[in-house]
C-alpha cells in the first residue's frame, strides 16, 4: 500500500470508528484534510456544527479566522494538514472528554507518523496537552516552539478563542509571524 492508501484507510476507519460515545451523535465524523506532503500540520480541538454537517475541519467561523491568518502569512490553506485531536462533534460542543480524547488519538498519531511534518501547530489548550504535554499552560506557552525528536510544535490560542475575546486575534496574528518566521528559517537550514 502506498502513502496515499493508508491515508485513505485511516480515514475510512474514522469515517465508521465506534470507540467512543460521540459516534452515536456524529452526522458526519470529520476526519481532517490537506495534502500527504504537507510541510505544516495544524491539530485543533474537536468538530463543531458546520464540520459535524460537512465532514470537513474548520469550515465554520473560526476556520474562517484561521484561513484569514494562514493568507497573512502567505500560506494557502490547502498547502496545510489541519485535523482535531478529536474527529466527532461532542454534543453542544462541550469539552472533549479524556477517554474521547485517549480513544481518538491513535489515529491522530497515525495520521502525524505518515504526514512526516516539520512543525506540528496546536490551535487551544486541549490540542497543546494532547500532542505535546499534558502540564503546558497556553497563557505561558502560546507562540513558543518547542523542538522533539525531529519535529517543531508550535502552540497557538484557538481562533475561537480569539472570536470572544477580541484581544487573543492580536496575539494569534503576532504569532502567526513567528510561526512564519520559524518556517523560512527552517527552509533556509
Ligand atoms: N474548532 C475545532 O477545534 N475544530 C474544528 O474543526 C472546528 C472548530
Known amino acids: 500500500m502506498n502513502r496515499a492508501q493508508v491515508l485513505e484507510e485511516i480515514r475510512q476507519e474514522i469515517l465508521v470508528c465506534p470507540k467512543c460515545d460521540l459516534c452515536e451523535s456524529r452526522i458526519t465524523a470529520v476526519p481532517g484534510s490537506g495534502p500527504l506532503d504537507a510541510d505544516i500540520f495544524f491539530v485543533g480541538e474537536a468538530p463543531g456544527q458546520q464540520e459535524d454537517l ?8 473560526a476556520g474562517k479566522l484561521l484561513t484569514s491568518l494562514l493568507s497573512m502569512i502567505g500560506i494557502e490553506r490547502e498547502e496545510v494538514f489541519i485535523t482535531n485531536v478529536v474527529k466527532c462533534r461532542p454534543p453542544d460542543n462541550r469539552d472533549p472528554r479524556p477517554d474521547e480524547i485517549s480513544s481518538c488519538n491513535p489515529y491522530l498519531v497515525s495520521q502525524i507518523a505518515l ?6 501547530c496546536t490551535l487551544g489548550r486541549f490540542a497543546m496537552q494532547t500532542v505535546i504535554d499534558p502540564e503546558m499552560s497556553i497563557t505561558r506557552s502560546h507562540g513558543v516552539p518547542v523542538r ?3 519535529i517543531i510544535y508550535f502552540p497557538m490560542y484557538h481562533p475561537a478563542a480569539a472570536l470572544y475575546r477580541g484581544e487573543l486575534k492580536q496575539i494569534m496574528k503576532e504569532d502567526m509571524l513567528r510561526l512564519k518566521a520559524l518556517i523560512d528559517n527552517e527552509k533556509e537550514k
Do not use: L, T, Y
Open 148 to 150: 522533539r525528536s525531529g
Open 115 to 120: 504526514i512526516e511534518p516539520k512543525v506540528i
Open 54 to 61: 460537512n465532514g470537513v475541519p474548520f469550515v465554520g467561523a
